[in-house]
């Protein structure tokens, strides 16, 4: 199935002689800003529904690229910067339309096939195609204002820039979300860190919480107070929303959860990116990412309430690599492996286990959806897809 087309992982590789399904054309948005509901047709991307949601006074959450498809991010569970706030996107789930394996159409929610409903949230990739999505939608929090702050940093502040992410575990307020973007700069040859701060509160609350940062003296600043409509064609200078135009290329994602930031351990491992990317014409392109929402908005649910698992991830760590020729993508491959694997080790969990949506594809399923969750899923597997029509994005078994 595609809709967005945001959707990858090494997993499909296994998928021979297969059928893809369009969805794109389904894009249909209906808003009830009475009974706080929200439909969208499985093609429906963040920017063809952020516009009239702000309009009705409403938000979701929603992720980093405004091109990126609703349908395909909910199924892996979907965070964004209202996460800290609400939760995954597949949290606001109120209900689904979609089509099994047998060709049987059926509605999941709460109240209607429940088990399936349970599943779809966290590993809907495993269990049929979808045809529209009803959500939750909320009152916009600050008037559906939000701060947007982006500064650049060399990398030589890294274990300052590091310490100050450490300092927010555990204790980060569910009105502020941080990313940081570690990539290599062409002009100079060193690698540049850029930390956006989303802050769904006051501007004078949210410039005191980036004060420490302003007092490094960044590079550059940008800090905006916008809409929340707004914020992922602007966060990162922008840079998310330019990466939509971005046609043809080969990306390599990996991913780990980590569940406390071991500051020494960062800068140890991101000394080992900058001397692969100095060395490594074919890892120029790569990004290094850490993502901290604020723990609350997952924790609203109880973690048996859906598929989605590890509510309590203190940042989502992602690299990405950008293939520029065929043969680079082997290249990326072994560079990621062996860092994921370094970050893995300073994760603070004995076992590896990552974001579905940021996974590479090899971790396997107790890594995607959680030891406790593999035993019902497989369970639901034999129930709506026996002959696993539905296996090949990061699969349960």
């Known amino acids: 199935m595609t809709a967005g087309g945001h959707g990858y992982s090494g997993s499909l590789g296994a998928l021979q002689s297969g059928m893809e399904i369009d969805m794109s054309n389904f894009k249909n948005v209906s808003i009830d800003s009475v009974t706080s509901l929200m439909t969208v047709g499985a093609g429906v991307r963040f920017r063809d529904f952020m516009s009239p949601l702000y309009?009705?006074?409403?938000?979701?959450?929603?992720?980093?690229?405004s091109c990126v498809g609703m349908s395909g991010a909910t199924l892996g569970g979907g965070i964004g910067f209202y996460s800290s706030q609400f939760g995954a996107i597949s949290d606001s789930l109120h209900s689904i339309k979609m089509i099994l394996a047998s060709g049987a159409s059926v509605t999941a929610s709460e109240h209607e096939n429940s088990n399936l409903f349970w599943a779809m949230k966290g590993a809907g990739s495993n269990f049929g195609a979808v045809l529209s999505l009803t959500y939750n939608v909320y009152e916009s929090p600050n008037a559906g204002q939000v701060m947007s702050a982006d500064m650049t940093f060399p990398s030589s502040q890294n274990h300052t820039l590091f310490r100050y992410a450490k300092s927010w575990v555990g204790r980060q307020p569910k009105e502020l979300s941080i990313v940081y973007s570690i990539l290599f700069d062409p002009a100079s040859q060193q690698l540049l860190i850029i930390i956006n701060v989303v802050y769904a509160g006051p501007l004078a609350h949210g410039k005191s919480i980036i004060q420490p940062l302003l007092d490094l003296k960044p590079q550059n600043t940008n800090i905006?107070?916008?809409?929340?409509?707004?914020?992922?064609?602007?966060?990162?200078?922008?840079?998310?929303?330019?990466?939509?135009?971005?046609?043809?290329?080969?990306?390599?994602?990996?991913?780990?959860?980590?569940?406390d930031l071991d500051v020494d351990g960062l800068s140890e491992t991101l000394d080992f990116f900058n001397q692969s990317i100095a060395s490594t014409p074919a890892l120029q392109a790569s990004l290094f990412a850490l993502t901290q929402y604020s723990t609350y908005g997952f924790q609203q649910f109880p973690?048996?309430?859906?598929?989605?698992?590890?509510?309590?991830?203190?940042?989502?760590?992602?690299?990405?690599?950008?293939?520029?020729?065929?043969?680079?993508?082997?290249?990326?491959?072994?560079?990621?492996?062996?860092?994921?694997?370094?970050?893995?080790?300073?994760?603070?969990?004995?076992?590896?286990?990552?974001?579905?949506?940021?996974?590479?594809?090899?971790?396997?399923?107790?890594?995607?959806?959680?030891?406790?969750?593999?035993?019902?899923?497989?369970?639901?597997?034999?129930?709506?897809?026996?002959?696993?029509?539905?296996?090949?994005?990061?699969?349960?078994?």
């Open 55 to 65: 309009a009705s006074g409403k938000a979701i959450p929603v992720g980093a690229a």
């Open 303 to 397: 973690g048996n309430s859906s598929s989605f698992p590890f509510r309590d991830v203190a940042a989502y760590a992602q690299y990405s690599g950008t293939a520029a020729k065929p043969e680079d993508v082997e290249v990326i491959e072994t560079f990621g492996e062996k860092f994921r694997n370094k970050l893995q080790t300073i994760s603070g969990r004995e076992r590896l286990t990552v974001y579905t949506n940021f996974a590479h594809g090899d971790e396997g399923p107790k890594a995607y959806y959680s030891t406790e969750n593999i035993p019902r899923l497989t369970r639901l597997k034999k129930t709506y897809d026996l002959d696993s029509s539905f296996s090949f994005f990061n699969p349960i078994t």
């Open 224 to 259: 905006s107070y916008i809409p929340w409509k707004d914020t992922p064609d602007a966060a990162n200078y922008g840079a998310p929303g330019k990466n939509c135009y971005s046609l043809g290329q080969t990306t390599v994602p990996f991913g780990v959860n980590l569940y």
